[in-house]
């Protein structure tokens, strides 16, 4: 998904690259390349205009950062952009205060309305919640037994009617049998057409009226491309929708609707569906996507976004450092902040590639594991810092310590421990280049053995251009990235 979109954003900064300064004119061949890239990758022709309006302000304004180059630094105006496009960060589901929580699912026949609403409630039984289905799409007989069978496989019950009843009142109905039964969660399925017409919205209006949902949601084929656009903006006026749920995004799709939905309906997507299984649904994030869509899994973009945010005279310090047996705490903790500068520990190491197979529990375990170091080494004197032996060698020190950041002294132990583990190995490492953050980190964190692949810092001082390798794996369905 979004190969080509990235392929051709990648080309459109690498003609930035080499030049020394963003201007007005310089900014005009690369921001056409991106524009060109959106329109080909079906993202709306208005949303598009105004993605490439805000980048070029953004752009514009931008202060010249020294030692990063232009194209590096509209790579990072461009991923911004599309974030905040995309609405930022993940957006739950709403859940009301009295139960039942009521969802309402809309969208075009064939979009994955039945299919969504089965893998949410499997998603939200998954969370120790209840849920009951009701089938109010009387048009389609299958799709009535299709829902029970759903419901048969992930275990949840399913409130239906048969075909003659009115969708309406099936609708009322099923939400006083959720009332009754004490589920936590109804989500009501709904009959779709092949187009938008007026009686289907009207029926969805009157059911939407009558159950008044918590949440509304549209759910969009992310193989709409332009039409994302229309569709969601009709939804939006005519029936009202809390947020959206993009299906088949592990087809051979285009980004477009994805920038879409939001931007019209300023709305957010809530979830993805990648695959036609019922365990096929994740949340959405806004910074994965627009990762994915730049194709940062890429050891280039890697080095290039790191140069970007690291001060390249503290980096040759902490480097020369680390390979003296003088690195201690303080340098430590100095190289965790380096590292946050690059954004979160989860898309730095997704972009290295072969590491976007990480999970999000192993990455927020990561990150969380960080905090808790940062937290041991504020809570160290100085003089401690930077003489990490002084703690091997003192229970006492070490419990202080452990008081002192609020955990355990096990885990400063262990902290030491892995410390003046990973301080002797990267004394080791004396050919073969500098041991990058990344592999530091790794090292410490992962014991060793598991160290994380050590990219590289090339080019820093010397300006020769790492050499571009492109691991073109063929990456399928959202969850890889
Ligand atoms: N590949 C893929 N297929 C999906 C996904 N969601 C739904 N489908 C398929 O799309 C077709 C239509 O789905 P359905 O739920 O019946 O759509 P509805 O008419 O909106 O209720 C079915 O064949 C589903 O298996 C998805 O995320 N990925
Ligand atoms: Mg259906």
Not at 50 to 63: D, P, R, S, T
Not at 254 to 267: C, D, E, F, N, Y
Not at 280 to 306: H, Q
Request: proline fraction near 4%; include cysteine; hydrophobic fraction near 40%.
């Amino acid at each position: 998904m979004f190969d080509a979109l990235a392929d051709r954003l990648e080309d459109a900064w690498k003609k930035l690259r080499g030049q020394d300064k963003i201007s007005k004119a310089n900014i005009q061949e690369v921001l056409t390349e991106v524009r060109r890239a959106l329109l080909a990758a079906d993202v709306n022709l208005q949303v598009v205009k105004n993605f490439i309006a805000q980048v070029e302000e953004k752009a514009l304004g931008a202060e010249v950062i020294s030692g990063v180059n232009p194209g590096q630094q509209f790579i990072r105006i461009v991923y911004d952009e599309l974030v905040l496009v995309m609405g930022e960060s993940n957006s739950s589901l709403n859940q009301s205060d009295k139960a039942p929580t009521v969802i309402l699912m809309a969208g075009l026949q064939g979009t994955g309305k039945t299919t969504a609403t089965a893998k949410l409630a499997l998603y939200l039984r998954k969370q120790q919640r209840t849920c009951l289905m009701v089938a109010t799409d009387i048009y389609r007989p299958a799709a009535i037994d299709q829902l029970i069978t759903l419901g048969q496989q992930i275990e949840v019950p399913v409130f239906e009617m048969g075909t003659t009843a009115n969708p309406v009142e099936i609708a009322r109905q099923g939400l006083a049998k959720a009332i009754e039964m004490g589920v936590d969660t109804v989500i009501v399925d709904t009959a779709g057409r092949l187009q938008i017409d007026p009686e289907m919205m009207a029926e969805l209006a009157s059911i939407k009226k009558t159950i008044q949902p918590i949440e509304t949601l549209l759910v969009v084929d992310a193989m709409t491309g332009q039409e994302a656009a229309n569709l969601t903006r009709t939804f939006e006026e005519e029936i009202g929708i809390t947020g959206a749920i993009l299906t088949k995004l592990d087809g051979d799709t285009r980004g477009g609707a994805a920038l879409s939905v939001r931007q019209v309906s300023g709305k957010p997507i809530k979830f993805v569906g990648v695959g036609e299984k019922v365990e096929a649904l994740e949340p959405f994030y806004p910074d994965r996507m627009a990762s994915r869509i730049l194709n940062m899994g890429d050891v280039l973009t890697l080095v290039e976004k790191a140069q970007e945010a690291i001060d390249i005279a503290d980096v040759e310090k902490i480097q020369a450092k680390m390979m003296s047996a003088k690195f201690d705490f303080t340098d430590f903790l100095k190289q965790m902040k380096l590292l946050k500068n690059m954004g979160s520990l989860g898309s730095f190491i997704k972009m290295i590639p072969g590491m976007n197979k990480l999970s999000n529990l192993d990455l927020e375990k990561g990150e969380k594991e960080l905090k808790r170091t940062e937290a041991m080494i504020n809570s160290m004197t100085l003089q401690e810092r930077s003489n990490p032996d002084i703690l091997a060698k003192s229970p006492n020190r070490r419990r202080r310590i452990a008081k002192g950041s609020g955990l355990k002294e096990e885990d400063v132990t262990k902290l030491i421990t892995n410390f003046t583990r990973m301080r002797s190995m990267m004394q080791q490492m004396t050919t073969g280049g500098m041991p990058s953050m990344a592999g530091g980190l790794g090292g410490m964190f992962g014991g060793g053995e598991q160290s994380l692949p050590r990219p590289g810092f090339r080019g820093y001082s010397g300006g020769s251009q790492p050499k571009k390798s492109k691991p073109k794996k063929k990456k399928k369905g959202f969850g890889d990235f």
